[in-house]
């Protein structure tokens, strides 16, 4: 437990200091509204006193006009001063959780490549958007709250001990022992509300995976079984948010109970103190007045611990991605070479997949600048792993790599990345125009250089058939396209980045023969002119590369040109004769 309450602390002085702190003079506004607003409030039951027990008596029509007057001043001060301090708050309140969800954002955006392998979009979808509207529901209502209801609770608890203290104290007697459950039960809220969260996460990635293999399913007719399993998570959902319903609403009859013992204790009191002539008719209805307006706040403010554990159950979870840190960084000292020609060495290299068995295994070649390199062989040999490494998306684990002589450790990773253009058979468009996607990540470039691009990546004319031409919007990661149009896009946008580095990472395994010609054409224009390293499937693709090497097992078992490795007659060689015959391999 108290491990629990040190961790939520932590967290308040977190959001305090990290998110609110920036916003002083805001509050500070704020706060000049709600003091306008407590006062205006109190000036209320403080006026009922006088009411009754002067202008009633006196029958004087000037003292009723005067006091009449003082109470619509004190409703129409107190209007103004609400409309300031909501406006105020819920700008503050907006601001805060805008600059998490940007802070979380180009967090994210900074993280390792392996952070995204290992973490489920789904999961990182529920979190930047259900736990970051839980945060924002906590802010608007716990901020708000606080500030007002605190300071309309002190101004009215004054109005009564002025009146009377000892029907004051009897009052706040009662009160304060409803808030030992409340607090605990703000505990619970806060488990609960946690695994709550962690359902609609997982609810999240399950329709997220369902989403993009909806092909597979409809193949395998899948449609019942994945049915019943959401049907399964919507029912945990579903118990833990009525399970979270009756922990935030335990507060309510504990708080109604209280309050209607304070009340009717005060009343009896107070009235045989009336009866009795103790006490003025005036100050006694000033009291009860001052007394039920305070019961309002008094009733939101043990409600925001809930809505508080809520928004603390969320933080924790949102500040997990903040506090995750990335371990691929530009160095203090980056190297910025201002001219790239593009050699590329690879000295005894080594590389695991976390805990997994080693990817490499004491790799080292050479891909001089201009030249194309191609890496062949079955899959998980370590084709693609030594194109990761590369642009840094993964750091080795021993040995070097080295482009124009200087480690990629020791360039400044924005600069290494401007220097590299990759395509691979997983093309990655975005929802936005042809245009667009073609100049995505891309600077300094006219209209005339992308329809350049495109002719010269075979994409200008079917891009000129589409409805809106290059404004046609492709659709979520190019389903309005075929393959073979997606791959030209992709082209187009690498020809366009004119990088001296080019990694082709089975830029054509995914198209048919016939696609593949084509797109063979436009690669060869990509390839004039940069040093390039491509992994194949189809080893016609790669007889015209200056040297090959042949992996298996994380380690090269040959290497030379297309001739020489025939000539050699070993593993290429018997993979190209499986291919020539029809038998390919799987790679």
Same mark, same amino acid.
């Given at each position: 437990?108290?491990?629990?309450?040190?961790?939520?602390?932590?967290? *308040?002085?977190? &959001?305090?200091?990290?998110?609110?702190?920036? +916003?002083?003079?805001?509050?500070?506004?704020?706060?000049?509204?709600?003091?306008?607003?407590?006062?205006?409030?109190?000036? &209320?039951?403080?006026?009922?006193?006088?009411?009754?027990?002067?202008?009633?008596?006196?029958?004087?029509?000037?003292? &009723?006009?005067?006091?009449?007057?003082?109470?619509?001043?004190?409703?129409?001060?107190?209007?103004?001063?609400?409309?300031?301090?909501?406006? =105020?708050? =819920?700008?503050?309140?907006?601001?805060?959780?805008?600059?998490?969800?940007?802070?979380?954002?180009?967090?994210?955006?900074?993280?390792?490549?392996?952070?995204?392998?290992?973490? /489920?979009?789904?999961?990182?979808?529920?979190?930047?958007?259900?736990?970051?509207?839980?945060?924002?529901?906590? *802010?608007?209502? %716990?901020?708000?709250?606080?500030?007002?209801?605190?300071?309309?609770?002190?101004?009215?608890?004054?109005?009564?001990?002025?009146?009377?203290?000892?029907?004051?104290?009897?009052?706040?007697?009662?009160?304060?022992?409803?808030? &030992?459950?409340?607090?605990?039960?703000?505990?619970?809220?806060?488990?609960?509300?946690?695994?709550?969260?962690?359902?609609?996460?997982?609810?999240?990635?399950?329709?997220?995976?369902?989403?993009?293999?909806?092909?597979?399913?409809?193949? +395998?007719?899948?449609?019942? +079984?994945?049915?019943?399993?959401?049907?399964?998570?919507?029912?945990?959902?579903?118990?833990?948010?009525?399970?979270?319903?009756?922990?935030?609403?335990?507060?309510?009859? #504990?708080?109604?109970?209280?309050?209607?013992?304070?009340?009717?204790? @005060?009343?009896?009191?107070?009235?045989?103190?009336?009866?009795?002539?103790?006490? =003025?008719?005036?100050?006694?209805?000033?009291?009860?007045?001052?007394?039920?307006?305070?019961? !309002?706040?008094?009733?939101?403010?043990? /409600?925001?611990?809930?809505?508080?554990?809520?928004?603390?159950?969320?933080?924790?979870?949102?500040?997990?991605?903040?506090? %995750?840190?990335?371990?691929?960084?530009?160095?203090?000292?980056?190297?910025?070479?201002?001219? %790239?020609?593009?050699?590329?060495?690879?000295?005894? @290299?080594?590389?695991?997949?976390?805990?997994?068995?080693?990817?490499?295994?004491?790799?080292?070649?050479?891909?001089?600048?201009?030249?194309?390199?191609?890496?062949?062989?079955?899959?998980?040999?370590?084709?693609? =792993?030594?194109?990761?490494?590369?642009?840094?998306?993964?750091?080795?684990?021993?040995?070097?790599?080295?482009?124009?002589? @200087?480690?990629?450790?020791?360039?400044?990773?924005?600069?290494?990345?401007?220097?590299?253009?990759?395509?691979?058979?997983?093309?990655?468009?975005?929802?936005?125009?042809?245009?667009?996607?073609?100049?995505?990540?891309?600077?300094?470039?006219?209209?005339?250089? @992308?329809?350049?691009?495109?002719?010269?990546?075979?994409?200008?004319?079917?891009?000129?058939?589409?409805?809106?031409?290059?404004?046609?919007?492709?659709?979520?990661?190019?389903?309005?396209?075929?393959?073979?149009?997606?791959?030209?896009?992709?082209?187009?946008?690498?020809?366009?980045?004119?990088?001296?580095?080019?990694?082709?990472?089975?830029?054509?395994?995914?198209?048919?023969?016939?696609?593949?010609?084509?797109?063979?054409?436009?690669?060869?224009?990509?390839?004039?002119?940069?040093?390039? #390293?491509?992994?194949?499937?189809?080893?016609?693709?790669?007889?015209?590369?200056?040297?090959? +090497?042949?992996? !298996?097992?994380?380690?090269?078992?040959? !290497?030379?040109?297309?001739?020489?490795?025939?000539?050699?007659?070993?593993?290429?060689?018997?993979?190209?004769?499986?291919?020539?015959?029809?038998?390919?391999?799987?790679?």
């Amino acid at each position: 437990m108290a491990e629990k309450n040190i961790l939520q602390k932590s967290l *308040v002085k977190r &959001l305090v200091h990290e998110h609110l702190a920036p +916003y002083k003079a805001k509050f500070v506004q704020a706060t000049f509204f709600m003091l306008m607003t407590a006062a205006s409030t109190a000036a &209320l039951p403080f006026l009922l006193q006088p009411v009754f027990d002067d202008v009633f008596t006196t029958n004087d029509p000037h003292l &009723l006009f005067v006091f009449c007057l003082a109470v619509l001043s004190a409703f129409v001060i107190k209007g103004f001063a609400s409309y300031g301090e909501t406006v =105020t708050m =819920t700008r503050i309140g907006q601001s805060i959780i805008s600059d998490i969800q940007n802070r979380v954002f180009s967090h994210l955006m900074n993280l390792d490549l392996e952070y995204f392998h290992k973490t /489920n979009s789904g999961e990182l979808l529920s979190r930047f958007t259900n736990d970051i509207s839980l945060m924002r529901n906590s *802010v608007a209502n %716990t901020v708000v709250g606080i500030g007002r209801d605190c300071f309309s609770l002190i101004f009215l608890i004054g109005v009564m001990f002025y009146r009377d203290w000892f029907l004051a104290c009897l009052a706040f007697f009662i009160f304060p022992a409803a808030f &030992l459950p409340i607090i605990r039960i703000g505990r619970r809220m806060r488990k609960v509300t946690f695994n709550a969260q962690e359902e609609i996460a997982r609810f999240t990635k399950q329709l997220t995976q369902i989403f993009q293999g909806i092909r597979v399913i409809k193949a +395998y007719s899948t449609e019942n +079984y994945e049915a019943n399993r959401a049907q399964n998570q919507i029912e945990k959902i579903y118990k833990l948010v009525v399970k979270t319903s009756k922990v935030r609403s335990l507060g309510h009859p #504990i708080i109604e109970s209280m309050g209607g013992i304070a009340i009717i204790s @005060v009343i009896a009191y107070g009235g045989w103190q009336v009866m009795h002539h103790s006490r =003025t008719t005036g100050e006694f209805i000033s009291f009860i007045g001052a007394l039920i307006l305070a019961y !309002e706040p008094l009733k939101r403010l043990s /409600n925001l611990n809930a809505t508080l554990q809520e928004g603390l159950a969320a933080a924790s979870r949102v500040f997990e991605i903040v506090d %995750t840190k990335g371990k691929i960084v530009s160095p203090k000292n980056a190297k910025q070479p201002k001219k %790239t020609q593009g050699h590329i060495e690879f000295k005894n @290299v080594y590389f695991a997949y976390g805990a997994q068995k080693e990817a490499l295994k004491g790799i080292s070649f050479q891909a001089a600048s201009g030249k194309c390199i191609a890496l062949v062989g079955a899959s998980g040999s370590g084709k693609s =792993t030594i194109i990761n490494l590369i642009p840094r998306f993964y750091d080795v684990d021993q040995g070097t790599i080295q482009i124009d002589g @200087v480690s990629v450790k020791d360039w400044k990773i924005e600069h290494l990345r401007e220097q590299i253009a990759l395509v691979s058979q997983e093309i990655a468009l975005f929802d936005l125009s042809v245009f667009e996607n073609i100049t995505y990540g891309c600077q300094n470039f006219s209209e005339h250089d @992308v329809y350049s691009v495109a002719k010269s990546a075979a994409a200008h004319d079917f891009i000129q058939k589409l409805p809106q031409g290059y404004n046609t919007i492709v659709g979520e990661n190019g389903v309005s396209l075929s393959g073979g149009q997606r791959q030209r896009l992709a082209i187009a946008r690498a020809m366009l980045k004119k990088s001296p580095i080019l990694l082709l990472d089975e830029a054509t395994s995914a198209l048919d023969t016939h696609s593949e010609r084509h797109i063979q054409s436009a690669l060869k224009k990509l390839m004039i002119g940069r040093t390039t #390293i491509m992994v194949a499937h189809r080893l016609s693709t790669v007889i015209d590369a200056d040297y090959i +090497y042949v992996l !298996e097992n994380g380690q090269i078992i040959e !290497e030379g040109s297309h001739q020489e490795l025939l000539q050699l007659g070993k593993q290429y060689a018997h993979l190209w004769n499986k291919q020539a015959q029809g038998l390919d391999s799987e790679n």
